[in-house]
């Protein structure tokens, strides 16, 4: 199993700029991919970043340029840089692992909350 903890949320204005951290623990060695999810009251759980073990990323179009997802392999933390943050940005965000059999996300974090208020 892998174990997945957030840290970094927070409430900021509109403008300012926040860095989630994520730390694995336990089976990290059956990891692939790490991402970023995000969830607002009231919709679906919306994918926003990922990156491959070599450092492959992909964003969704609505942070483009805004945010920026890394990853430190040998620590197994990924981190989502957020900048410029917009209100349209606040939900709870999830971090997530790929499994490196199945290629799903297979392991959850249990979110941290990100408000940003206009």
């Known amino acids: 199993q892998v174990q997945l903890v957030e840290s970094g949320g927070g409430s900021v204005q509109a403008g300012d700029s926040l860095r989630l951290s994520c730390a694995a623990s336990g089976r990290t060695s059956s990891m692939a991919g790490m991402g970023w999810f995000r969830q607002a009251p009231g919709t679906e759980r919306e994918f926003v970043a990922t990156i491959s073990r070599s450092g492959v990323t992909v964003y969704v179009a609505s942070v483009k340029g805004r945010f920026a997802i890394s990853r430190d392999n040998a620590k197994n933390t990924v981190y989502l840089q957020m900048n410029s943050l917009k209100p349209e940005d606040t939900a709870v965000y999830f971090c997530?692992?790929?499994?490196?059999?199945?290629?799903?996300?297979?392991?959850w974090g249990q979110g941290t909350q990100v408000t940003v208020s206009s």
């Open positions: 997530a692992a790929q499994s490196a059999v199945s290629s799903r996300y297979t392991f």
